[in-house]
């Protein structure tokens, strides 16, 4: 199973992170297209998850020439409990790029392409985060499956 490099929406672009991206993001260096306030804390985070060529890896979310923020899985899909191939996302966007429907976009540029190679996607949310719990519930996460322990929900989008 693989996803295409880029993924694009009408107004985005969802390049997978290179080599000199994670580069940059781990050093602290800064690369001439990124928003001032990226990397966040979260990209770094995410940036420890990077492997060379891999689909399912750290994206950027880009508007025009700038990266706003990232999206991605936290590896590839594996069998679920009842044999469904099931894949983790992550998003997060800088915070004035917040409240425009970006991560709800791009979160559904990369919903297009796992239903089309069945498989289904979960992501955790701190159940505070009312803006990242509105994203994952209009782009279908409704089956609720409780808490992972450290306070984060965990939600799962059902395959269409």
Not at 14 to 24: G, K, Q
Not at 81 to 90: F, L, N
Not at 91 to 119: I, K, M, P, S
Request: avoid cysteine.
């Amino acid at each position: 199973m693989s996803l295409p490099d880029p993924v694009r929406t009408e107004r985005l672009v969802l390049p997978l992170w290179t080599a000199a991206d994670v580069t940059a993001i781990r050093t602290g260096a800064r690369l001439p297209r990124w928003h001032p306030d990226f990397p966040r804390e979260d990209d770094r985070d995410a940036a420890t998850l990077w492997q060379e060529h891999d689909p399912w890896g750290p994206r950027s979310v880009v508007r025009g020439a700038t990266v706003l923020g990232s999206v991605g899985f936290f590896g590839p899909p594996e069998a679920a409990g009842d044999g469904v191939d099931e894949a983790e996302v992550g998003f997060g966007l800088v915070a004035e790029a917040r409240g425009w429907g970006f991560a709800t976009e791009a979160l559904a540029g990369l919903l297009a392409h796992t239903d089309a190679a069945g498989v289904r996607v979960r992501a955790r949310v701190d159940p505070g985060n009312r803006a990242s719990v509105r994203v994952l519930a209009t782009s279908g996460f409704t089956e609720l499956r409780g808490d992972d322990g450290e306070g984060q929900l965990v939600l799962a989008r059902p395959l269409r």
